[in-house]
């Protein structure tokens, strides 16, 4: 059969399928439906490109978002209205920097607390400080706004210090504590707003969430070693220190005013910085931050908690910080120990090296003291030995019942024919020196005849204890001070009887007639004047 008569075939057999009269029914048929067809596969195509359409017109509503959200705000008056941030985002940006200190390398969540002001502000400039490179490292997208700072000290690189001045351009400084979230540009604009008008703060307390921030005392002695907290009622628009989780903004000259400003843990070494140069901290009651959870379990927390005792250790003894209490309920000691040699060396001249240097002797070493004169007194106590407070200690007694201050040691006089009642005495004489059950430790004194009994064999804060005999009336002992203007004889009269006064939380034997005893030994009026021991030399005494 030829093509042409094959063609015809076809077109009768369809005609004859669907009933078709003609051949021109069968043709208009048969366009219909290829229309038909054709217009699904428009409306599929169709479908598609205003998916796609969609789908891009949310993505640049994200982008736009990103660099311009719309704030709504009141005006002076009142009325509401809307307006672009971008102003605020760029003034945002000329007035804050961003700093994260407080964070741990173990686990962390540095990367999205960047993020978070990034979009929130994203012209700002955020500088991760970290006392040396983070290991795990951090998957933070750095940038000219993302820095990195590391405080590690290198030969041949820029002070990391100098450093962070050349970074922070802004006149104000932002400290933020690891999982802190803003909430939005314009909250935290309005603090800052809020520090330029409170002219009698250097610093702003901003809390994180619902933190309920308190305003505890603090006061930094120097001179003592020591820092004590204390708690105050009150006056929390000027603190000297300011409890609980909140962000903490200055002015950025004063921060460099500081001496260590990025020391760890932060707070508590800028509110010392702070509160020596007297400077007060505000408290902010807007909401601007929120907090988000960092740790995943318990081991990750106690280790947090861990490093941060010791960093706290660290920082106390950088600040030459001894002695914390915390109202006069809980003190901890950052000095020597029974396992540690004493805080000063070899006292020349009676001038102890800290004393040279305007400080009184740390309260490391005055806890030592007082707990070996304890020991003795307690020993002298159950061998009835005859004995007394001698030179600086009975006068830090009839001063304060303690030790003075600058005091370095206890003086302890006693009958040296007593000495025989006390086995420690007589283990003396057989041994030369020993160490008793309780880890003090006894010697003869290599000076002449005197004994000393040290806190350990180790730290060598001490008590001496000197043999004195009565001859014509008159107590006398073998060996004599010429730099000790107190070291001199005197009548036996003073002795009968003993007496008890309050010394270092006990009642121990002294002269009778105290004051005159004293001034006998030291000159009129030594208990109302105090003097330091070659006081001319004294920095600042």
Known sequence: ?????????????????????????????????????????????????????????????????????????????????????????????KEVTVIIREFEDFENRVNKTVKNFKWISPFMTVIIVADNIPYPPMAVNFSQTVRFVNLQLHPMLENPTDTLKRMITTPYTLFIPDGTNITRSYALLQAVRNMKTRKLIKALAIPIGYEKLTCPGMDVHLRSWSVDFTNFVGGEGMCDYVQGSHALLMSTSDLFQLTSPFERPLYVSLYMQLTLRRWKTGIYTGEVFTPKTIFKNFKSEWKHKHMEELRLESTMKKFEIKKVSYDKQKVIYYGCTKETERCFGTVVNSMPEFLYKGKWTPPCCLKAVRETARHVFNMLNKCSARYWLEGGSLLGAARQKDIIPWDYDVDIGVYREDLDYCKQFVTLKEKGSFTDEAGFHWEKATEGEFFRIHYSVVNRNHVDIFPFYSKSGIMTKNTWFKTHRQDTEFPEHYLKPLTKVEFIGMNVSAPNNIRQFLEYKFGKGVIENPRFPNSEMVVGG
């Open 1 to 93: 059969m030829s093509a042409s008569g094959s063609h015809y075939e076809n077109k009768h057999r369809g005609q004859k399928k669907h009933g078709f009269k003609s051949y021109a029914d069968f043709n208009f048929f048969t366009r219909k439906r290829l229309l038909k067809l054709g217009s699904l596969q428009y409306m599929k195509c169709l479908m598609i490109v205003l998916v796609i359409n969609l789908l891009v017109f949310l993505y640049l509503i994200y982008a736009h978002n990103l660099f311009s959200l719309d704030q709504y705000v009141l005006s002076a008056n009142g009325a509401s209205q809307y307006y672009r941030e971008d102003a605020q985002h760029l003034l945002l940006a």
